[in-house]
């Protein structure tokens, strides 16, 4: 099995969790939709901002300008990958070309792991909590 990271942006305020779990794949990364599998785990980091940040979004909905939330600067889910769907939007200019259908892992018996938060970079408490904050770290 891979364990893969993907990088997000802050959540869009007013929009659910669901597209934050997602695995979103940039155009020119496109060559890695070969390589990830259905059942890969992904640990969904997500990006610092400030509350009053915002991000251009240009899909099929046409071009349009959105809030976020404040970042949380850490792992914020643990993920199972499933299908890819294909779809092009733009994220601040950067062309993405789909995204990955995930199932979150939520319970300690999914793997054994512990359920995974915002606080999880703050104060690694399990040997599976440091291997993240190293990975992170090196890469």
Known sequence: MVYWINVHHPRILNESRCAQRMVHVQERTQSMIKRITEGDLAFIYETGALSNMRASVEDDSGKRTVQLLKGRKGI?????????RQGKWKWNGI?????????E???????????LGGQLLERPHSRFQCAVVCVLLVH
């Open 105 to 115: 892992l939520e319970s300690q018996r999914d793997y054994g792991l512990l359920t």
């Open 95 to 103: 062309p993405f070309v789909g995204s990955y259908d995930t199932k």
């Open 76 to 84: 914020i889910a643990l993920v199972r990958i499933g299908k890819f």
